[in-house]
């Protein structure tokens, strides 16, 4: 049996590099759980490659009664999507999402219409009917799934895309908003922190979609009264990013953004004169710098989710 050990799992604790041959794999699907037999090969010494990979998937009922049993007996499958940029080293902060078949579907139908001529090289697993658990199927439709994403992220119109952001984060982006309205911050913050770290390895660090994303955790980091432990770090870097930021929409953000900051730089009793001098230059340009929309409301202006304002 061929084996290649590629990257690293976002869940060891070990840290070790992991190994599938096809016998474990075998044994894991007896128990509803399919295991990817071998992993995709890491790139040349000197290259940094986006990789898309599915390690594993699920077999979950669709509907559970109270004691774990599906009352109708139908099932669906949970892949799990790992994102990583693997280079001369593995990526320090792989990431992953769970996504359905349904998921990938419709990005393919939102991509195949807005961009059709983009898309024929690409062969999406159709739906069956019958033999939707089977591991022959599942690992088909996992490496299919790969390619359609590898495909998407070399061509920028459909990398750019609505389609492509809805799948990346649609999911967990409206959950963080509904636990940001329900005051549950602490349970919002890890979906935040996850998204942003998937959207970084795909987009541009100055991007609208991910300095949004890096706001709205800034965010949701500083709103309730005891700031979030990685406060500090998410406003650090949400600073450095909003240097030489030339877009004019996204630079509505970054009054508030600085407002935010000098209130949770007093908070941590660290010097606040150098976010002074910046709001200070900004107003010197007739620019509104007190008054204005706290960064919660100037964020929802841009991108209206769930949060009460």
Known sequence: MHRVVIG???????????????????????????????RRPLPPADD?????EIPLARILPSAATGDGNSSSGKKYVIYELNVRKDGPGPDP???????????????????????PTLLQSVTFPKKVLMGNFTAELIGERGSAFEAFLDHIV??????????LLEFLQGDE???????????????????LENCFRLLNKIFLDKSKCVLLLLCRLVAACTTSPIPHPA???????ALRRYEHVCDTELLVLYIPLLQTCLHLWWQRGRDR?????????????????????????????????????
């Open 8 to 38: 690293r799992r976002a869940d060891m604790d070990n840290g070790e590099s992991i190994e599938e041959d096809l016998d474990s794999a075998t044994e894991a699907f007896d128990q509803n759980i399919w295991q990817r037999p071998t």
């Open 48 to 52: 940094v490659v986006l990789c898309f």
């Open 93 to 115: 902060f792989p990431t992953s999402v769970e996504r359905r078949y349904t998921h990938f579907l419709k990005l393919y139908e939102g991509l195949r219409k807005d961009h």
């Open 154 to 163: 070399t061509v920028p119109s459909l990398r750019d895309s609505d389609h």
């Open 173 to 191: 982006l409206r959950n963080a908003c509904q636990l940001l309205d329900e005051r549950r911050n602490e349970l919002a913050v890890p979906l």
């Open 231 to 237: 406060a500090e770090q998410w406003a650090e870097l």
């Open 273 to 309: 004169s150098l976010l002074e001098e910046r709001l200070n230059e900004m107003g010197k340009k007739g620019i509104k710098v007190k008054g204005g929309p706290t960064l919660a409301q100037a964020i929802h202006a841009l991108d209206p989710r769930a949060e009460t304002i």
